[in-house]
């Protein structure tokens, strides 16, 4: 039985980053879904990663998998996995607190699947205290925090904050599905 992995993306530039990501889950044998953030669709448009994981993209927080059945409660019974990347400040802060404002927070908040988080942000919001308050919530109810890189962001500035490579994100994913199954 192939292990289920749901790839949260949200609305961060280095959303681009997570379609390697699904498209080396894929190859690697996990059926991979994923859902973004309506912000994600700013950077990324939902096709790439649904030519990638030959799954529907969930984006709308009312799409359904039929009449009966809702795709966040499906989504959140079946995945083994879940990976959140990018992980923006917002979505962090959201999370943290429980709010549930659209369809990937709400799917979280309904799964008993582990949680794995990659942050990517600018280095003042990385460093900023009440950031680190909430990755330190998150961090006491289970949730896994990748750190983050260092070096040249998006914005040109130099710092902390960056995306790990996703080959990394890919390598730790990996990791903790086999954790998960032995």
């Not at 959201?94 to 990517?120: E, R, S, V």
Request: charged fraction near 25%.
């Amino acid at each position: 039985m192939s292990k289920c992995i749901t790839v949260g993306v949200t609305g961060g530039i280095a959303a681009y980053k997570a379609a390697e990501i699904v498209n080396d889950l894929v190859k690697k044998g996990f059926e991979v879904h994923v859902i973004m953030t309506k912000n994600a669709t700013e950077f990324v448009q939902p096709l790439t990663f649904q030519t990638l994981s030959h799954n529907k993209v969930i984006v709308d927080m009312f799409d359904k998998i039929d009449k009966w059945d809702t795709e966040h409660i499906s989504l959140a019974k079946k995945t083994d996995l879940f990976v959140i990347v990018p992980a923006t400040a917002n979505f962090i802060g959201k999370l943290a607190n429980g709010i549930a404002d659209d369809m990937l927070q709400t799917t979280l908040m309904a799964t008993k699947a582990k949680i794995m988080i990659a942050p990517a942000m600018n280095t003042g919001m990385w460093e900023n205290p009440i950031l680190q308050d909430n990755i330190k919530k998150l961090q006491r109810y289970g949730y896994t925090i990748l750190d983050t890189d260092s070096g040249r962001l998006a914005c040109g500035d130099m710092g902390s904050g960056k995306l790990l490579d996703w080959r990394i994100i890919v390598e730790k994913v990996v990791e903790e599905i086999d954790t998960l199954h032995n």
